[in-house]
């Protein structure tokens, strides 16, 4: 069985920077792709990035993130990241990385694994 577990999350000034990290025990990471979510209070879930499986991955962001954000893999040490740069408030919110076996993948329901979530907050 696959766990998650985020890390990384905090306060942080708008035009602040935050680097979220997401751990993944159990095999095969290399072969899934990885997204990021995230979710703020009376919201939606809301698609962030992914991340193909392998080596040289390609990547896949939200039009509000491009930019911004960048996700990356270390299959090595079996950890997804999410850099975020110049971050707004209503970049706010619990981030969490999810495990498909497509790419790419915008719905929730194309994600078989969750972890559990850090928060971000962005004070103006």
């Known amino acids: 069985q696959v766990q998650l577990v985020e890390s990384g999350g905090g306060l942080v000034q708008a035009g602040g920077s935050l680097r979220l990290a997401c751990a993944a025990s159990?095999?095969?990471?290399?072969?899934?792709?990885m997204g990021w979510f995230r979710q703020a209070p009376e919201k939606e879930r809301e698609f962030v990035a992914a991340i193909r499986w392998g080596t040289n991955s390609m990547t896949n962001y939200a039009d509000s993130m491009k930019g911004r954000f960048t996700i990356s893999r270390d299959n090595a040490k079996n950890t997804v990241y999410l850099q975020m740069n110049s971050l707004k408030p209503e970049d706010t919110a619990v981030y969490c990385c999810a495990r498909s076996a497509r790419y790419p993948a915008h719905r929730p329901d194309e994600y078989d694994s969750w972890g559990q979530g850090t928060q971000v907050s962005v004070s103006s």
């Open positions: 159990g095999i095969f990471f290399s072969t899934y792709a």
